[in-house]
Nanobody, 128 residues
Framework: QVQLVESGGGLVLPGGSLRLSCAASGRTFGRYNMAWFRQAPGKEREFVAATSRSGGVTRYADSVKDRFIISRDNGKNTVYLQMNNLKPEDTAVYSC?????????????????????WGQGTQVTVSS
């Protein structure tokens, strides 16, 4: 089992940047694919970005491609989301999620139902 704690959210001006962090407990962080999802008020949760166990494979939602970067440091049990050129429509609660990889060829999923562990989330507000 893994516990996830996000940090780094806040209020930022349009065009600004933020870096979110998600710290995981336990010694098996490298066995999990990791992802970020977000949920805005009145909207469904949506996929943002995901990374494979090694970080060698990444996937992004079209809405954040070329603006956001997901990365991970397995030595620090942490996954990051660098968010650049933020827009008001990026305002949401951002949550990280972990999916245990059992089979070596398991693809990096963008579906929330494939992630077993979730953090509490951190608020990101983009406003002038």
């Amino acid at each position: 089992q893994v516990q996830l704690v996000e940090s780094g959210g806040g209020l930022v001006l349009p065009g600004g940047s933020l870096r979110l962090s998600c710290a995981a407990s336990g010694r098996t962080f490298g066995r999990y694919n990791m992802a970020w999802f977000r949920q805005a008020p009145g909207k469904e949760r949506e996929f943002v970005a995901a990374t494979s166990r090694s970080g060698g494979v990444t996937r992004y939602a079209d809405s954040v491609k070329d603006r956001f970067i997901i990365s991970r440091d397995n030595g620090k049990n942490t996954v990051y989301l660098q968010m650049n050129n933020l827009k008001p429509e990026d305002t949401a609660v951002y949550s990280c999620a972990a999916s245990l990889v059992v089979l070596r060829d398991t693809p990096v999923s963008i579906g929330p139902n494939t992630y077993e562990y979730w953090g509490q989330g951190t608020q990101v507000t983009v406003s002038s």
